[in-house]
């Protein structure tokens, strides 16, 4: 079995607990070892960068420094501002000995040095790339016949682009929520951006993009969200009363992460998956698979 | 000798680890604005805060709200035809602003981010509601109810921690940050 260096992120821990309970679950499940770094720092979502470029990419640089010391050889995120976060600074300090003089001389103050061997990845990518997604459907035991999802694959995930990466019109959330036998829709906002820390800093900015995404997903009859990371599903999740206030709209539409998803298909129980800390409850859509 | 730099060079000068093409490489062909899904909450879009850049007129450029309102979802990045990282740009200009202490009165932007950072380097790790305060002073009591409403829902639900967490190893961790920033000395 493959280990992989896990990097929950903070979110994980507070706001997004059934993010991360219900990737341990189907992780698993599927034989794909997460093993946690230990003594992880927050990356820093987009915060860092507005005040100090090089503070930003050495907070990340040392959290994937603690990973190489543990000689494994991916970096695992579910957070997709972790993700583009890890992605990009190791890619930048690999293609700029500058940069990565610069950041080693700080990790040197913390006894850590990093040579940019991970190769960084985002949850979703292990599950189907390395799992596969036939071997994803032979473990599916309760298929989501007739759910209808929205694949919201957000900003960071997709973007700034990474290698070869289809960042217009990406298929592969669609792939995966056919093989746990629910019927993907198509969703043309799944890759815009649902206003991130312009929640708190722009709230009238963030409450108009999330609007959009709800709307969209309601026109295109779904049943439920599906989401790669906290971030893009606490706006549209935990503000959807906000918006509803702002508006004048009556969004109900459950938000749940793709992990959780999964968890049911391949017959794990709701708690154990966090089904049940939703503001908007997820139970009704998803009753039905057991 | 004095060697006047022009404003979009010390723009480049604050992206030093940015990796896309110069701004003044730029074609003015509005495909970023068109793409961009906070335009029109941003007093001008970012077409028009780099034609700004690039013609040197700084005031205008820090007194906008434009980077502000850049949610960083780097849309117009992977559209841009001239290769320009423009996500990065407004990045750079935040960073540029907050430097300068010049920009626009009552925006959160800067104080979120900087007590954000605060938070971070204090504790290594991040918890939201120590960025309540932040909010509630920008926001008044009316902001405040309604983001109880939502912090409460949460709370009910059992997903926010009532402590926050550190790292374990924090006194390193602050000798990292020193290393980069000044934040006190070493306790
Ligand atoms: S990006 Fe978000 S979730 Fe990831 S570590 Fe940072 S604050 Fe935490
Ligand atoms: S969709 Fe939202 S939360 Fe997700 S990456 Fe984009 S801005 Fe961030
Ligand atoms: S998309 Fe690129 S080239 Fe076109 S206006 Fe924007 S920055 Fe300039
Ligand atoms: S990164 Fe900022 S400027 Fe670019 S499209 Fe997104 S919100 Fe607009």
């Known amino acids: ?290 | 000798m004095d060697i006047e730099m022009s404003f979009s060079e010390e723009i480049a000068n604050v992206m030093y680890a940015s990796h896309g093409n110069p701004i003044t490489d730029c074609l003015q062909c509005g495909t970023c604005s068109g793409t961009c899904p906070a335009a029109e909450f941003m007093d001008h879009t970012p077409r028009t805060i780099i034609g700004l850049i690039n013609a040197g007129y700084k005031d205008e450029v820090l007194a906008s709200n434009t980077f502000w309102s850049c949610a960083s979802c780097y849309h117009c990045t992977v559209r841009c035809p001239a290769g320009i990282d423009i996500a990065d740009m407004m990045y750079a200009l935040k960073r540029y602003s907050m430097w300068k202490g010049e920009h626009q009165e009552g925006l959160i932007g800067p104080v979120f981010a900087q007590s954000f950072v605060k938070m971070i380097v204090d504790s290594g790790r991040s918890y939201e509601p120590l960025l309540a305060p932040t909010y509630i002073f920008k926001n008044g009591p009316r902001g405040l109810v309604q983001e109880m409403q939502t912090a409460t829902g949460l709370m009910l639900k059992g997903r926010l921690p009532l402590l926050p967490k550190k790292i374990k190893g924090l006194k390193k961790f602050r000798n990292m940050v020193r290393r980069i920033i000044p934040i006190g000395e070493p306790t």
């Open chain 1, 1 to 290: 079995m493959k280990q992989y260096a896990y990097y929950p992120g903070c979110s994980l821990e507070s706001m997004a607990t059934s993010y991360n309970l219900s990737t341990l679950e189907v992780a698993q499940t599927l034989g794909v070892e997460l093993k946690e770094i230990k003594d992880w720092n927050c990356c820093g979502a987009t915060a860092y960068f507005p005040v100090d470029e090089l503070l930003a990419h050495t907070l990340v640089a040392r959290n994937l420094a603690l990973a190489e010391k543990d000689g494994l050889s991916d970096f695992v995120a579910p957070c997709s501002a972790c993700y583009k976060n890890a992605y990009f600074t190791n890619a930048y300090l690999k293609k700029d000995p500058d940069l990565a003089e610069h950041i080693n001389y700080a990790l040197e103050a913390d006894n850590l040095h990093i040579n940019g061997t991970m190769t960084v990845r985002h949850l979703i990518e292990v599950f189907i790339e390395d799992v596969g997604l036939d071997e994803i459907g032979k473990k599916v035991t309760h298929p989501l016949k007739g759910l209808r999802v929205a694949p919201y694959y957000g900003c960071q995930l997709l973007r700034p682009r990474k290698e070869n990466q289809n960042v217009e019109n990406p298929q592969f959330f669609e792939n995966l929520l056919s093989a746990l036998g629910a019927e993907a829709v198509d969703y043309p906002s799944k890759t815009r951006c649902c206003g991130g820390s312009l929640i708190v800093t722009n709230r009238k900015a963030a409450l108009d993009m999330v609007h959009i995404l709800l709307q969209d997903a309601v026109n295109r009859k779904a049943d439920v969200i599906a989401t790669t990371c906290p971030m893009c599903n606490v706006n549209l999740e935990v503000y959807q009363n906000q918006v509803n206030r702002e508006f004048g709209t009556q969004y109900s539409i459950p938000v749940m992460y793709f992990t959780q998803l999964m968890g049911v298909a391949l017959g794990i129980k709701p708690a154990k998956l966090g089904i049940g800390k939703e503001v908007v409850s997820g139970e009704p859509a998803l009753a039905f698979a057991y």
